[in-house]
């Protein structure tokens, strides 16, 4: 605003900004956002129900092979029942994972809090991985250090799931000699 000479106002001065393309970026931006966490949740959802779908049979086929591998067979018979059986907890394993990065992804992933032998779990890792391993010829080794708690809380299934990965990628990458794992451990909060 200026003023005349008698202190009155002579005219107002004043700007004007077309703020429709920023308002409508934002819309758009906003709508972008809305559909990119709706097709993050539908796919979640997509491959938890299809791990859940492809478990169901999967949990037969070990089974059934367990069952199977009870009943008398010749040695030859019962190595493929074995890498039948071994194979399909490999997958189920995988499976597993799918189904865990999907919880993760939408913040529901949960880890359990139960005893469980240190020992077992590793046994059961190498055992996953051990009909790939004697295909190649391969030797699986691992040593528990002196002094390691073999009773453990936590979540055994976890701990599995990442000695698989680690294991089965040691096998796969491996040509000649030996996967070997060694187990150590080192106290939490400096106690």
Same mark, same amino acid.
Do not use: W
């Given at each position: ?19 429709t ?42 089974g ?20 039948? $059986? ?30 469980f032998?240190? $020992? ?14 004697t ?8 040593l ?37 794992v ?7 909060g400096?106690?």
């Amino acid at each position: 605003m200026t003023s005349n000479a008698g202190g009155g106002a002579s005219g107002f001065l004043g700007t004007v900004t077309d703020v429709t393309e920023s308002h409508h970026q934002a819309l758009a931006l906003e709508r972008a956002k809305s559909e990119a966490e709706a097709a993050a949740r539908a796919k979640s959802l997509f491959l938890a129900n299809m791990s859940h779908e492809i478990r169901t049979p999967l949990n037969a086929v070990i089974g059934m092979t367990t069952l199977l591998l009870d009943t008398p067979m010749s040695e030859d018979q019962r190595d493929f029942a074995r890498t039948i $059986r071994a194979s399909g907890e490999s997958l189920l394993e995988i499976i597993n994972d799918i189904l865990d990065y999907s919880k993760a992804d939408v913040g529901k992933l949960e880890i359990e809090q139960q005893a469980f032998d240190l $020992r077992r779990c590793i046994e059961d890792a190498l055992d996953l991985v051990a009909p790939r391993a004697t295909e190649k010829k391969l030797n699986l080794a691992y040593l528990i250090e002196d002094g390691t708690p073999e009773a453990l809380v936590g979540d055994s299934t976890r701990v599995r799931q990442i000695l698989v990965n680690l294991l089965s990628n040691a096998v796969k990458f491996t040509h000649q000699g030996e996967v070997f794992v060694s187990i150590d451990s080192e106290p939490v909060g400096g106690s």
